[in-house]
């Protein structure tokens, strides 16, 4: 579609909103009888939806009603309107794929996000409902969408103890929203907030503390049978394993049991990280990032990885240090076995070069490159609007 049409479409919009667009034009778009892209007529058919003519808004449902799945996906994908994406929302049951589209956006609204629970949990659509529980940026805005969702019936197993674990998070940062929601009063009389970027409190063992072990890692430690008493067991934590070809390592780290592989993933050698982070267990492989040896430039390394599980690329984009490295962002954007909803976010804050080659990439998922081509959009028109400003 050409951008005269997009341009049109943007101009139909403001005055359909403006409450100035005439009658006759608007019963011509909710007929879709304007030359524009199907998912923008769509966005407006939404809105003709609510329009005060009973023949508009007839034509608008008629019209809605054969609307193709890809149509209702691309329209999912595109944003814009949020009353076309509280629309999808509880259509959920009829495009399950524009569904799935707007359950991984990290700009979903509390009140989409809430009625696309809804309609998932009610036709039973785990699919969504998984990907919901892992949209992090928006269950983050309504800790209560996240308990609800935690306790659906629908919701598979597996996508239970992640969830969990944000709740736990989001938990340990309600004082914080409640401070900041008291005002500047508030702040005067209480000490200020946890701003939820801070790092764990250390281990409460001195020696462990020195080594960087945090509580969180410290509170496993029983699990693996290590026993804090016996210095043999700390001089482990200490050593460096012997020098070893990379085919010994693996047939050594193979013959252990998943206990023995969690302690060697939290506090062994780099060759042992970059083995163990591979492993088939998530727990293993996610116990890894926890390691307090773990580097920056490990993280780079595993971010351009597609033997890695998603769980580990999804530590490493939400760690305080790691996630604010562009290299990492670039590789987690570009890797296809990061999460959507991730790479989503971290494509907003690539250079004009690296979105260029993004659209060229069909590694990467549809989505991406659809948002990819967006930017490069928008950005190109800002700078065409400061030319024209700047020659007045």
Known sequence: MSTAGSDLGERLLGSLREGKLPRPARLAAARGAFPLEPERLAAIQ????????????QAAEASLASLPAETARALAEAGGAPEAAAWLAGEAARFPEAGLALARRPDLSTGTAARLLDAAAGAGLA???????VNHEALARDP????RLAECPALPESARPRLLDLLDELAKEEPGREQAAAGPAAEEEAPAPSTGDEAPPPAKDPFLAALGVDAEVEALLPELGLDLGHLADRSELLGEAESEDEERLIARLAKMNVGQKLKVALFGTREERSILVRDSNRVVATAVVKNPKFTE???EAISNSRNVCD??????????DFG????????????PRCPVEIAMNFVTRLND???KLLLKNRNVSEAVRRQAKRIIEAREARRRVRLRTGKH
């Not at 604010?324 to 890797?335: A, E, G, M, P, S």
């Open 311 to 320: 769980e580990v690329l999804r530590l490493i984009a939400r760690h305080r």
């Open 46 to 57: 939404v809105l003709l939806l609510a329009d005060e003519d009973p023949e508009v808004r």
């Open 127 to 133: 699919a969504i409902l998984e990907a919901l529980s």
């Open 324 to 335: 604010k490295n562009y290299q990492i962002q670039h590789n987690l954007v570009r890797n």
């Open 353 to 355: 070069k690296d979105l």
């Open 144 to 147: 209560g969408l996240a308990r």
């Open 297 to 299: 430039q490990e993280a």
